[in-house]
């Protein structure tokens, strides 16, 4: 994965981030440091233009407003037609009937990564949950089986991300371990690592793209914590440790197991 890794570095790729008001500040210093060029436009007015032109699309419907879903379901028909990967984050979708009815038209519109937490690929498959708000109640392994079935019935390489981390285009599957125990103490790092994994998908295909953003944001994790006093501490030096992070040392982590 340090190869992608490699190209994302090389290439800078300019990645339009609709995504939720919480994420948008950490989502954009994140691809930053790792060395993408990130792009907050949400805008119905304006996202089919932008995303034509983008190097990847990334949808996260944490803060849904009419308006924004327009704006999404333009920027997504925009980036198909322009063959623009894009990236679905179903945020805590299954909370209400009408963010379960939108990540459904979402989903169906084919998104070339798909990641979510256990409970939200779950309940994408139509598989019951405890969830009740944004964060996950279920384990990543009960979950597997849903992202298998999401995978091959889209199209999509499926992301569930936890503990360790589990990917799969619905045949190959990649797990990625590392990370730390504060990165859930602290709001909308999954948000912005599906920022970043839209970044990956633009110099990568779809699956080794999702394992090297994990990757980088697990090594990152792990270099973070080593110093960190809690969680406040942990977000500045998670964003040093993206930046000061290489290709080579990516290469020697050793944090993912394919099989």
Known sequence: M???????????????CITNYVAMNISANVLLA?????????TPEE?????????ALTINIGTL????????????????????????????????????AVAQDILKMGPTILRGNAS??????????EAKGVDSSDPVEDAEAAALSLATA?????????ETDFVTDGNR?????????LMPQITAMGCSLTCLMGGFAAVAPA????????????????????????????????LDALASTTPEKLAAAGLVTWQ
């Open 120 to 129: 939200e690929i779950m309940a994408l498959a139509g598989q019951s949950s």
């Open 47 to 55: 996202t089919a233009d932008f995303a034509r032109i983008a190097s």
């Open 207 to 238: 699956l080794t793209a999702a394992v090297g953003a994990l990757e980088l944001f697990a090594e990152a994790g792990l270099v973070a914590s080593q110093t960190a006093k809690g969680p406040g501490t942990f977000q500045p030096l998670f």
């Open 65 to 100: 407003s009419p308006p924004w879903v327009e704006g999404m379901k333009k920027a997504i028909t925009a980036a198909r037609k322009a063959d623009v990967p894009w990236v679905f984050d179903p945020v805590g979708h299954f909370a209400t009937p009408y963010r379960a």
């Open 173 to 181: 599957i990649a797990r990625v371990k590392g990370g730390s125990n």
């Open 2 to 16: 340090s190869e992608v890794f490699k190209k994302f570095k090389e290439k800078t790729p300019l990645v339009h």
């Open 154 to 162: 889209h199209n999509s390489v499926v992301v569930i991300t936890g």
């Open 34 to 42: 790792a060395g993408g060029s990130p792009a907050m436009i949400h």
